[in-house]
Every structure is written in C-alpha cells, then in structure tokens.
Nanobody, 122 residues
C-alpha cells in the first residue's frame, strides 16, 4: 500500500521558516515526479514546488527565492524548506508523487498524502 505522510506544518510568523517533510512507503521509490501542492480555503490545489522527470525543480512565482524542494532517497523523503514566510502561504500542504517516475509526457501525480496545515500570522 502506497503511503505518503506529511509532517512539519504548524504556525509560523511572517519572515519565519518551516520545513515540511513527506515520508513515502509502499512503492519503488523514484526521485523524480514529486511535489508540494498547497490548498487554501476556497482555492484550487496548485503546485508550488515540484521535481520533474529530468530532476529539475519548478517553483511557482509566488515562492521563488523563498522555498526549496529537495529529496533524500536514502530516507524516501521529500522536503520543502519554507523561508521568509508570508501570510499568503497559509494553506494545507499536500505532497504527491508519480509512482511510475514519470514518462516522456511528464509527471502524473497519482498518490497524495493527507496534508499538513501551515498557518502564517503575526
């Protein structure tokens, strides 16, 4: 059974930092096609940071220079380092993976975690 378990969320102040983790199990791990997808109340879930089929990183404009996505294959874990937090970063953060590792057509994230809440306020 594929499982993705997010952790590290919580409350942070503007300008502060949080580090999210997503520990995976139940499938042949791939360092490709993994990502973080926040969803704020009343808004669509959308990618803010992804690792793509060529191992490149893609960031949403709103987080460029502040967030860093990384992974540790030895721990089967995906991370999101969130620096210089802003109130608009407040959302439930979901990690997602493409258990096939992607294809020539790109990534298709087929498994999702339950999410970890991030709240940024002063």
């Amino acid at each position: 059974e594929v499982q993705l378990l997010e952790s590290g969320g919580g409350s942070g102040q503007p300008g502060g930092a949080l580090r999210l983790s997503c520990t995976t199990s139940g499938y042949v791990y791939s360092m490709f096609c993994m990502g973080w997808f926040p969803q704020a109340p009343g808004k669509e879930r959308e990618a803010v940071a992804t690792i793509d089929t060529d191992f490149s990183r893609t960031y949403a404009d709103s987080v460029k220079g502040r967030f860093t996505i990384s992974e540790d294959s030895s721990k089967r874990t995906l991370y999101l380092q969130m620096n210089n937090l802003k109130p608009e970063d407040t959302a439930m953060y979901f990690c997602a993976v493409d258990t096939s590792g992607g294809s020539t057509y790109g990534c298709s994230h087929n498994y999702w975690g339950q999410g970890t809440q991030v709240t940024v306020s002063s």
